[in-house]
């Protein structure tokens, strides 16, 4: 599940604006807490979007919630009892990953899903801990995803391609909601994460048919419709989004079943359906849309200036002795970061906004400062092909036989590249070996 339930948050109510937040700052810094802040990193939109389906189930007043989960400071953490549709959301967007990661090394075998497998390992057996300990199936979910490739060689039908991760996300559907003590939902929520679990596997076929076509790798409706093309014709294209459609409305169709407000299952319908339409590039209506999303132009600087002052005016106006101080901070960041400061309703809040932008900038600088150390500590004679065989030439003739940390012969210098059977003189390494006939030995993937 990644990316199908993103918002756009024009046209929303401030109260509905606030709910979506809640629940995805929520869900994001119960995974810090949870899992450490390097997890944060792995949050996706649509494990959000379970954390907003158990939140609406629970009945829960979120405006109540512990004060780092209404604060706009992103290094607040939750330290006190954490909500359970929260707990449920976190811990499933990090075994999820999990899973990813494994289907990924499975199909590519590629070092840099390795490597995140293994950055990840702790935290990933911790989340399974915590989902043995709820008497979560995990299990049975294992068992029904390493079926996947024996589908594939199958490929009865899309619906029997789709099994694996449609039966997945149900459960954890289902299991959010018997998390919460909301018992006589299951069956509700478990045929809409069946719903939108298929949706989301054929959806990413659809998107990924070049990319898996060029790679040589298995692709649902390549298999399905027989094709031979690296692209979709018009035809195929029509018929691919007809199956699509009709997974949406089957999806909206769960959603209507949900004993929630009408307004939460209008907002999820619009959602699902506009990014839906959007991925597949068509302008058919959108199904309860009263809200639509208007392209506003772009503000000159006088205006930014002028709504920078009020932003300032209406919430210094609190302060006493400090007004002018705090009129000063908040008019500057509003006229820096406009779209920021417009859901900010204190000061506080503006400086936790201004907060996680230094903190964002400094993260920035340092990466950008990287490559300029990296130069001081490897000088050019190393970060260059020229430049490694004159300096193993000068070695060689004052006998010294000292490794340099980089091989002579290749430019890939993110691997290691004495266990690679590939010597690339023949080749344009500078591509990371795949201008060379190496075959499947050399896999330097950077």
């Not at 629970?58 to 939750?78: M, T």
């Not at 989340?127 to 709820?134: G, I, R, Y």
């Not at 300096?391 to 000292?402: P, V």
Request: charged share 30%.
């Amino acid at each position: 599940m990644f990316g199908l339930m993103r918002v756009k948050k024009c046209g929303m109510s401030g109260e509905e604006k606030e709910f979506r937040r809640l629940n995805y700052c929520g869900t994001c810094k119960t995974i810090g807490s949870l899992y450490g802040q390097k997890s944060r990193l792995l949050l996706n939109h649509d494990t959000v979007f379970l954390a907003e389906i158990l939140s609406a189930l629970s009945g829960e007043n979120v405006s109540e919630w512990q004060k780092s989960y209404r604060s706009f400071n992103c290094l607040n953490l939750p330290k006190d009892e954490l909500p359970k549709a929260l707990q449920f959301a976190a811990t499933t967007n990090i075994i999820l990953t999990e899973f990813k990661l494994d289907d990924h090394i499975s199909d590519e075998n590629k070092r840099r899903h390795k490597f995140a497998r293994n950055a990840f390992s702790k935290e990933f057996q911790t989340a399974a801990n915590l989902l043995n300990e709820w008497n979560f199936p995990l299990g049975e979910i294992k068992e029904v995803l390493s079926s996947q490739n024996s589908r594939e060689g199958k490929c009865k039908s899309l619906e029997d391609l789709a099994f694996p991760t449609a039966q997945t996300t149900a459960v954890f559907f289902r299991e959010g909601v018997k998390r919460i003590g909301k018992h006589t939902s299951e069956k509700t929520a478990f045929a809409l994460g069946f719903e939108f679990g298929k949706l989301v596997y054929l959806l990413d076929a659809f998107e990924d048919y070049e990319k898996d076509f060029h790679k040589k790798r298995f692709n649902a409706f390549r298999a399905f419709f027989g094709l031979k093309e690296s692209k979709l014709s018009s035809e195929i294209k029509r018929k691919i989004s007809l199956i699509l459609h009709e997974c949406e409305r089957k999806t909206i169709a769960e959603i209507n079943e949900l004993p929630i407000s009408e307004n939460q299952k209008t907002l999820f319908i619009s959602r699902l359906s506009q990014n839906l339409h959007r991925k597949l590039q068509t302008n058919l209506p959108v199904l309860k849309t009263p809200k639509v999303c208007a392209l506003k132009p772009r503000q000159t600087f006088a205006q930014r200036w002028q709504n920078a002052t009020e932003k300032a005016r209406s919430l210094a106006r609190q302060y006493r002795w400090q007004m002018p101080l705090v009129f000063l901070f908040i008019f500057v960041f509003a006229l820096v970061a406009p779209a920021q400061s417009r859901e900010a309703k204190s000061a506080r809040e503006c400086f936790d906004l201004s907060f996680n932008l230094m903190f964002l900038g400094a993260i920035f600088g340092s990466v950008l400062a990287f490559p300029k150390s990296l130069r001081v500590e490897n000088p050019e004679e190393l970060l260059t092909k020229k430049g490694r065989r004159k300096k193993a030439a000068q070695a060689a003739a004052n006998g010294d036989n000292e490794e340099s940390g980089w091989c002579d012969w290749c430019e890939c210098c993110c691997c290691d590249c004495e266990d690679c059977c590939c010597e690339c003189d023949s080749c344009d390494c500078g591509s990371c070996c795949d201008g060379c006939d190496c075959g499947d030995c050399c896999s330097c993937d950077c």
